[in-house]
């Protein structure tokens, strides 16, 4: 009954907000509206620790054993804490782990935990590699939400989880009807590089929300796309709400946690873009890069023969998805590539 219930409100939920999407926006009244409802939650959420209270963190890992931070209930997240520390902790920490869970860097603390500071060189770095790997995926869905004329609209497909022994990390895209005929040339490809780099060279904060899926309903009100993984999400969530990201000032839906910034990334690369033919949204693109975070760079001839790798077409299924969960550390991936045919 209970499930019922749910998704009977989820339902009027969604058709409240299809019904507010009547109206075709262009590409930028879409991303400043959905911009502006990410900070009006936000805002919100703040609000809601209108007093200053202390929490004690305490803090795990090499050199930091029984160091102890006092910090601001609500207000301070990992990143705040790394800041008490070092410049190399504030430098290096890709992701955080608060009382065992994985645990956004920008993300506020509610409590008092311990936590730990996670890199890429740490002895396993699992949980590293999968928040780099599933944040370079967002960058290029980032890329190409701006990356065509504003009347283009650019449908972003949910992403799928691959784990690096793939080879590439993966963006799904349903471009306008009016780009069904565009082949993309190596230039096009050239051209979404440059642009990633770009946001990779501003540094920019991958900034973590929570929400309920009614707030994540009405961000997303001009995509059926996007509030059906809505409500996947939601409906896979222990806690019932949906993680949300904003990097500058593209907002987008993430199954996982990301990275803390942009600048974590070196060297990216878009390394094709395939046709997947029609499907339930129009003709769907899978567009495919390749990258390494900044403390682990490649030599040249390595980086041509990962290049050639990530072109070709990975192909998704149920059981390579879940391989996420045996995600090699990148270092090793890099050490022994695969061979590559000629």
């Given at each position: 009954m209970m499930a019922c219930r749910t998704a009977c409100q989820m339902l009027h939920r969604r058709l409240a907000s299809s019904a507010a999407a009547s109206a075709r926006l262009s590409s930028t009244e879409l991303q400043s509206r959905r911009n502006s409802l990410f900070s009006q939650e936000q805002a919100r959420q703040r609000a809601l620790f209108p007093r200053i209270e202390k929490i004690e963190v305490q803090m795990q890992g090499p050199g930091l054993q029984g160091t102890l931070l006092v910090m601001n209930k609500g207000v301070s997240t990992p990143h705040s804490c790394a800041r008490h520390l070092t410049e190399w902790h504030v430098d290096s920490a890709v992701l955080a782990v608060v009382d065992g869970e994985a645990w956004p860097l920008h993300k506020p603390l509610t409590s008092s935990c311990s936590l730990s500071l996670l890199t890429f060189k740490d002895t396993n770095p699992l949980l590293a590699n999968q928040a780099y790997w599933r944040s370079c995926a967002a960058l290029l869905g980032q890329v190409f939400q701006n990356a065509f004329k504003d009347e283009f609209i650019v449908e972003l497909l949910k992403t799928p989880e691959v784990p690096?022994?793939?080879?590439?990390?993966?963006?799904?895209?349903?471009?306008?009807?009016?780009?069904?005929?565009?082949?993309?040339?190596?230039?096009?490809?050239?051209?979404?590089?440059?642009?990633?780099?770009?946001?990779?060279?501003?540094?920019?904060?991958?900034?973590?929300?929570?929400?309920?899926?009614?707030?994540?309903?009405?961000?997303?009100?001009?995509?059926?796309?996007?509030?059906?993984?809505?409500?996947?999400?939601?409906?896979?969530?222990?806690?019932?709400?949906?993680?949300?990201?904003?990097?500058?000032?593209?907002?987008?839906?993430?199954?996982?946690?990301?990275?803390?910034?942009?600048?974590?990334?070196?060297?990216?690369?878009?390394?094709?873009?395939?046709?997947?033919?029609?499907?339930?949204?129009?003709?769907?693109?899978?567009?495919?890069?390749?990258?390494?975070?900044?403390?682990?760079?490649?030599?040249?001839?390595?980086?041509?023969?990962?290049?050639?790798?990530?072109?070709?077409?990975?192909?998704?299924?149920?059981?390579?998805?879940?391989?996420?969960?045996?995600?090699?550390?990148?270092?090793?991936?890099?050490?022994?590539?695969?061979?590559?045919?000629?």
């Open positions: 690096v022994t793939s080879g590439a990390f993966l963006c799904d895209v349903v471009l306008d009807p009016q780009l069904d005929s565009w082949a993309p040339s190596e230039e096009s490809l050239r051209s979404l590089t440059r642009d990633a780099q770009q946001l990779i060279h501003k540094d920019l904060p991958w900034e973590p929300l929570e929400v309920a899926p009614s707030v994540a309903l009405d961000i997303f009100a001009h995509s059926r796309c996007k509030q059906t993984e809505v409500e996947e999400l939601a409906a896979h969530s222990p806690s019932g709400t949906v993680s949300m990201y904003r990097c500058g000032d593209h907002v987008t839906l993430s199954g996982g946690p990301l990275v803390a910034r942009t600048g974590l990334c070196m060297q990216y690369e878009v390394a094709a873009i395939h046709n997947l033919g029609q499907g339930a949204w129009g003709l769907h693109r899978r567009a495919q890069g390749l990258s390494l975070p900044r403390q682990l760079q490649a030599h040249h001839t390595v980086w041509r023969k990962l290049r050639k790798r990530a072109e070709k077409l990975v192909e998704v299924t149920s059981s390579s998805a879940n391989q996420t969960t045996a995600l090699p550390p990148v270092a090793n991936h890099l050490e022994d590539p695969a061979p590559t045919h000629q």
